[in-house]
């Protein structure tokens, strides 16, 4: 009986020693293809297991595994890789980038990164480069369209004249305007370039009060700025003009002149009251100056008096004009405007930093 369990205590020490001698420790780094820069924070498991670990501030990792295991490799924004070990002991993995894994990507408060389906209230995000295919200066202008459920309000007509959003199913009776967080700082969304935006993402639920505080009751916009990322020195220029017009009118009934009666008024000359310079004028038409309806004469070309008939200093002093319509006359007060929209940017990342310098002039 004691040499029975005697072999089977040396059973299963052998297999334990064969197990330790068959396991070995991995070691490598992860570098991301387009710039070639170290990835922290990438997940290395082995492929069938519970075993794993992620990669350093400078990329490395290390794990044991058995030979010929099969590693995962998965970060956040990247095609997740199935590496086959190999009896080697290093290993060297290059990740790329996946435009589809970005899309679903969230920057939420903090500055953290997660997956959209995994956050627990509405938010939708844009990339920089859709917010300058228009050129607009304009940040909440160039978000127009590309976000349901934002209402866009227009600003004034004049020159960087600003509008502002509404996001729907948080708005309060005030109707506030949201909060905008630029790389985790509350920012005023006129001092955002939109060339300088890598990515926007737009809080639409209650839960943006609980990531930034009662600031964000109406909701908040939360922008991550451009930086360098290729080695060396990077410059970008880019220059756009921006031709805007008014593009419709109210419709204006063209059939009936300024006053309150259909009939025109007629100019009675009265010696010794009027002005004797009005002497020739007895029987001129005109119509009340001072009304601004328009249920006036018809304007069917008949010869009147305008305003500045009676007035001896102006050119048109004493001169008739046909009573006709002037249907160009509201669109013809407006100018095509004219904006020039120029942007230069400098950057540099090296291993250690790096940093991006832009400059617009508008």
């Known amino acids: 009986m004691e040499k029975r369990i005697l072999l089977v205590l040396c059973c299963i020490l052998l297999a334990v020693t064969q197990l330790f001698a068959q396991s070995r420790t991995i070691t490598g780094t ?124 227009g600003g004034s007509g004049a020159k960087f004249g600003t509008s502002t959003i509404r996001i729907r199913g948080v708005n309060s009776l005030s109707g506030g305007n949201p909060i905008y967080i630029v790389n985790g700082v509350v920012t005023d969304p006129n001092a955002v370039n939109n060339d300088d935006i890598e990515s926007l993402t737009v809080l639409k639920g209650p839960a943006a009060t609980a990531l930034y505080g009662q600031r964000a009751s109406e909701g908040a916009v939360v922008i991550t700025l451009k930086k360098g990322v290729d080695k060396g020195v990077g410059v ?28 025109w008024n007629t100019y009675t000359y009265q010696p010794g009251v009027s002005p004797t310079t009005n002497a020739n004028f007895n029987g001129v038409k005109y119509y009340n100056y001072g009304v601004d309806e328009s249920w006036g004469p018809k304007l069917d070309g008949t010869l009147y008096a305008p305003w500045y008939f009676w007035d001896p200093t102006n050119p048109g002093y004493g001169k008739l004009k046909p009573f006709v319509a002037q249907p160009n006359n509201v669109r013809d007060f407006y100018n095509t405007g004219v904006t020039y929209n120029t942007n230069a940017a400098f950057s540099k990342a090296a291993d250690n930093y790096n940093f991006r310098v832009s400059y617009t002039n508008i």
């Open 30 to 153: 992860v570098t991301a293809k387009e710039d070639g820069l170290p990835l922290p924070g990438v997940t290395v498991k082995v492929k069938g297991t519970s075993a794993g670990t992620q990669t350093g501030v400078n990329g490395k990792f290390s794990l044991n595994a058995p030979p010929n295991a099969i590693l995962l490799f998965s970060f956040i924004g990247y095609t997740t890789q199935d590496v086959h070990a190999g009896a080697g002991n290093e290993l060297n993995v290059v990740l790329v980038s996946s435009s589809k894994g970005l899309n679903e990507v969230i920057v939420t408060a903090l500055g953290i990164s997660r997956q959209q389906k995994s956050l627990g209230y509405a938010a939708q995000a844009v990339k920089g480069d859709d917010l300058t295919v228009t050129k607009q200066s304009d940040l909440n202008t160039a978000l127009a369209g590309k976000i349901a459920g934002v209402q866009v309000l």
């Open 236 to 263: 970008s220029f880019n220059q756009s003009t921006t031709f805007e017009k008014v593009y419709q009118l109210p419709a204006y009934q063209n059939e009936y002149g300024g006053g309150t009666s259909i009939n």
